[in-house]
């Protein structure tokens, strides 16, 4: 077996395992070193097409798919030249990203059409399958605190629970797929790993496991019904794994009540079944409100990354208002409506035709297991991101972009010549180790000081160190987001301050740095904006409302105390038409009114 051939496993193996297992979750991006694992792999993978052999005329042209995601980052760099969006960060990371893509995805498109595509999604798919199986484990500590201790979320170590729920789907059609391939699993070892892994998914409580077996169901019976041999075993196999993993929506509450009875615990576990009629009517006014934002900028978009903003500013509408939740929705929970209002219908037709054209091979080439397993994966993504946003996480959107290089099949016609593949294959690596080594870095020296500390002199100089990184694109809305956190609303350094704010909340606005910006724009004399800032915090985060009363209550000036009226009509809505009991605490001047007619009273 040739060297690179091995290596080539080895990497993709890495990938597929390592990325989602690391269990560091520091600020300001808790997913950060996930992230960066597979970027490097990623580019480990770009790099290993340089060392593959070829002669002089012969080509290695890009596929489409490397194409699409080529495309999409000059589309970013487009927007980047044209709209007036604040932070470098916002730019160069999905541009950077989609390179990370590009670079592997058409090297292991060269690597396939060197070695074929077998080998090397054999050890993909153990590598999903070992760090699915590994996540499952460090589950059942989980769940087991659940049963005792009461409501937690069930994550393994990917640390949300419905990107757990898809990670494990992987690693379960990854069974299907090896189990179905000659001298790769035993049916016994796969029986058992697909019991696990069912349950598993019913622990995790998410939901998005049921559309994944609904989607597996007919796919399964189909190959099952007119594959050929090899094929028939993977359809079949895809068939029983989608009814066992429905099936494990109701066996786990059994379980459940066994662990109770020994543990001597009532505390439940909710299985995604369980939680089908909980409340989702938050995810389809963030649907709404990023069709609104499209509508308004249909050609380009808002900008990367700022949908936050744009969602922000319309939940003070009572129709979107009425639907509460006290958090910042940074992404709209649907990848399609979020690319369309972010990135425009131009940039968003690109990635929609470059998938479309992948599940087109799908029915072209639908007698092909490769293809199939890869189309079982690529679903679970695609799922997924009509009802959150996965692929914005490169230890997710890395594997996906290979998932559909497996899927594909053909190359655009350019004429590129082998040698000038490894040419850029070895220019964008050799950058890409440079990021992964700057990015590690800046992340290592970022995170112990993003909030504030109680030694004044540390603070000091954590606020030094912040301010040096504000000019770095790489780390400039991160900093500055560190930065914000020292903030504390006052009439001293404003144009500082403010400067800081303004930026933030154009960006992502959290309701202190909201809060502030309002304080101090009342004191600037911008009285209007003050309102505008203090009415979009109190209606999008009802949750902090004695923090609003708390700040404004600080200052004497009438320009900031005339903030309270706007907290006040929020506050009144919520208790009008929700099943909130928000109190007004007593004020300042309340205080100091009941003291004095109770002291003439005496």
Same mark, same amino acid.
């Given at each position: 077996?040739?060297? !690179?051939?091995?290596?080539?496993?080895?990497?993709?193996?890495?990938?597929?395992?390592?990325?989602?297992?690391?269990?560091?979750?520091?600020?300001?991006?808790?997913?950060?070193? %996930?992230?960066? @694992? @597979?970027?490097?792999?990623?580019?480990?993978?770009?790099?290993?097409?340089?060392?593959?052999?070829?002669?002089?005329?012969?080509?290695?042209?890009?596929?489409?798919?490397?194409?699409?995601?080529?495309?999409?980052?000059?589309?970013?760099?487009? !927007?980047?030249?044209?709209?007036?969006?604040?932070?470098?960060?916002?730019?160069?990371?999905?541009?950077?990203?989609?390179?990370?893509?590009?670079?592997?995805?058409?090297?292991?498109?060269?690597?396939?059409?060197?070695?074929?595509?077998?080998?090397?999604?054999?050890?993909?798919?153990?590598?999903?399958?070992?760090?699915?199986?590994?996540?499952?484990?460090?589950?059942?500590?989980?769940?087991? !605190?659940?049963?005792?201790?009461?409501?937690?979320?069930?994550?393994?170590?990917?640390?949300?629970?419905?990107?757990?729920?898809?990670?494990?789907?992987?690693?379960?059609?990854?069974?299907?797929?090896?189990?179905?391939?000659?001298?790769?699993?035993?049916?016994?070892?796969?029986?058992?790993?697909?019991?696990?892994?069912?349950?598993?998914?019913?622990?995790?409580?998410?939901?998005?496991?049921?559309?994944?077996?609904?989607?597996?169901?007919?796919?399964?019976? *189909?190959?099952?019904?007119?594959?050929?041999?090899?094929?028939?075993?993977?359809?079949? @196999?895809?068939?029983?794994?989608?009814?066992?993993?429905?099936?494990?929506?109701?066996?786990?509450?059994?379980?459940?009540?066994?662990?109770?009875?020994?543990?001597?615990?009532?505390?439940?576990?909710?299985?995604?079944?369980?939680?089908?009629?909980?409340?989702?009517?938050?995810?389809?006014?963030?649907?709404?409100?990023?069709?609104?934002?499209?509508?308004?900028?249909?050609?380009?978009?808002?900008?990367?990354?700022?949908?936050?903003?744009?969602?922000?500013?319309?939940?003070?509408?009572?129709?979107?208002?009425?639907?509460?939740?006290? $958090?910042?929705?940074?992404?709209?929970?649907?990848?399609?409506?979020?690319?369309?209002?972010?990135?425009? @219908?131009?940039?968003?037709?690109?990635?929609?035709?470059?998938? %479309?054209?992948?599940?087109?091979?799908?029915?072209?080439?639908?007698?092909?297991?490769?293809?199939?397993?890869?189309?079982?994966?690529?679903? $679970?993504? $695609?799922?997924?991101?009509?009802?959150?946003?996965?692929?914005?996480?490169?230890?997710?959107?890395?594997?996906?972009?290979?998932?559909?290089?497996?899927?594909?099949?053909?190359?655009?016609?350019?004429?590129?010549?082998?040698?000038?593949?490894?040419? %850029?294959?070895?220019?964008?690596?050799?950058?890409?180790?440079? *990021?992964?080594?700057?990015?590690? !870095?800046?992340?290592?020296?970022?995170?112990?000081?993003?909030?504030?500390?109680?030694?004044?002199? *540390?603070?000091?100089?954590?606020?030094?160190?912040?301010?040096?990184?504000?000019?770095?694109?790489?780390?400039?809305?991160?900093?500055?987001?560190?930065?914000?956190?020292?903030?504390?609303?006052?009439?001293?350094?404003?144009?500082?301050?403010?400067?800081?704010?303004?930026?933030?909340?154009?960006?992502?606005?959290?309701?202190?740095?909201?809060?502030?910006?309002?304080?101090?724009?009342?004191?600037?004399?911008?009285?209007?904006?003050?309102?505008?800032?203090?009415?979009?915090?109190?209606?999008?985060?009802?949750?902090?409302?004695?923090?609003?009363?708390?700040?404004?209550?600080?200052?004497?000036?009438?320009?900031?105390?005339?903030?309270?009226?706007?907290?006040?009509?929020?506050?009144?809505?919520?208790?009008?038409?929700?099943?909130?009991?928000?109190?007004?605490?007593?004020?300042?001047?309340?205080?100091?009114?009941?003291?004095?007619?109770?002291?003439?009273?005496?």
């Amino acid at each position: 077996m040739p060297f !690179q051939l091995r290596l080539y496993q080895g990497l993709l193996f890495l990938l597929a395992a390592v990325p989602c297992g690391i269990p560091f979750r520091w600020d300001p991006n808790p997913v950060f070193p %996930s992230e960066l @694992a @597979a970027f490097f792999f990623c580019i480990l993978i770009t790099l290993t097409g340089v060392l593959v052999p070829s002669d002089t005329r012969e080509k290695a042209n890009p596929p489409w798919l490397a194409l699409m995601w080529l495309g999409f980052a000059l589309m970013i760099g487009v !927007q980047a030249l044209i709209l007036p969006h604040g932070y470098g960060t916002e730019r160069l990371y999905p541009i950077i990203y989609s390179l990370g893509a590009a670079g592997a995805a058409w090297s292991l498109s060269r690597a396939i059409s060197v070695y074929g595509a077998p080998q090397l999604l054999n050890m993909f798919a153990w590598g999903l399958l070992a760090g699915a199986i590994f996540n499952s484990g460090l589950a059942v500590p989980q769940i087991m !605190q659940l049963i005792q201790d009461g409501p937690r979320l069930i994550f393994g170590n990917i640390g949300q629970k419905n990107m757990y729920g898809h990670y494990l789907a992987w690693g379960l059609a990854s069974a299907v797929y090896l189990v179905s391939q000659k001298d790769e699993m035993a049916k016994w070892v796969f029986w058992i790993v697909a019991a696990w892994l069912s349950l598993s998914l019913a622990y995790c409580g998410s939901r998005s496991p049921l559309l994944y077996a609904l989607a597996w169901l007919p796919m399964g019976l *189909l190959l099952w019904w007119r594959g050929a041999e090899t094929l028939r075993d993977f359809g079949r @196999a895809l068939s029983i794994t989608a009814l066992l993993m429905i099936a494990m929506q109701f066996i786990a509450p059994l379980i459940t009540d066994i662990l109770q009875s020994l543990l001597k615990a009532q505390n439940e576990v909710p299985t995604g079944l369980a939680r089908l009629d909980s409340n989702g009517s938050r995810r389809l006014v963030e649907w709404e409100k990023a069709w609104l934002t499209f509508l308004q900028h249909p050609l380009l978009g808002t900008g990367w990354g700022s949908y936050a903003a744009h969602s922000n500013a319309l939940q003070t509408r009572p129709e979107f208002a009425i639907v509460s939740e006290s $958090v910042l929705f940074t992404h709209a929970h649907n990848s399609v409506l979020n690319l369309l209002a972010e990135t425009g @219908a131009i940039a968003t037709g690109i990635i929609l035709a470059g998938i %479309s054209y992948a599940y087109s091979n799908v029915l072209r080439a639908w007698r092909n297991p490769v293809v199939m397993y890869a189309a079982a994966l690529a679903t $679970v993504s $695609v799922l997924h991101s009509l009802v959150e946003y996965p692929l914005w996480y490169f230890h997710f959107l890395g594997p996906f972009a290979l998932i559909l290089i497996f899927m594909q099949s053909g190359t655009a016609k350019l004429g590129f010549a082998a040698t000038w593949a490894r040419m %850029s294959w070895a220019l964008w690596g050799g950058m890409g180790l440079a *990021l992964c080594v700057l990015g590690g !870095q800046i992340y290592l020296n970022i995170y112990p000081i993003m909030d504030p500390a109680q030694d004044e002199s *540390l603070n000091a100089d954590r606020i030094a160190r912040l301010e040096a990184m504000r000019s770095n694109p790489l780390i400039d809305y991160y900093a500055e987001h560190g930065l914000s956190n020292y903030i504390v609303a006052s009439k001293s350094e404003m144009p500082w301050k403010l400067a800081i704010l303004r930026a933030q909340n154009a960006v992502r606005p959290y309701p202190g740095q909201m809060t502030d910006q309002a304080v101090m724009e009342a004191l600037s004399g911008n009285q209007a904006l003050a309102h505008e800032l203090i009415r979009r915090a109190a209606f999008a985060y009802p949750e902090s409302f004695d923090y609003f009363y708390q700040t404004i209550d600080g200052f004497s000036e009438p320009a900031v105390r005339a903030l309270l009226k706007d907290v006040d009509e929020a506050r009144d809505f919520f208790n009008a038409k929700l099943d909130f009991k928000i109190k007004r605490p007593l004020l300042r001047d309340e205080l100091t009114a009941s003291a004095v007619q109770a002291s003439a009273a005496q």
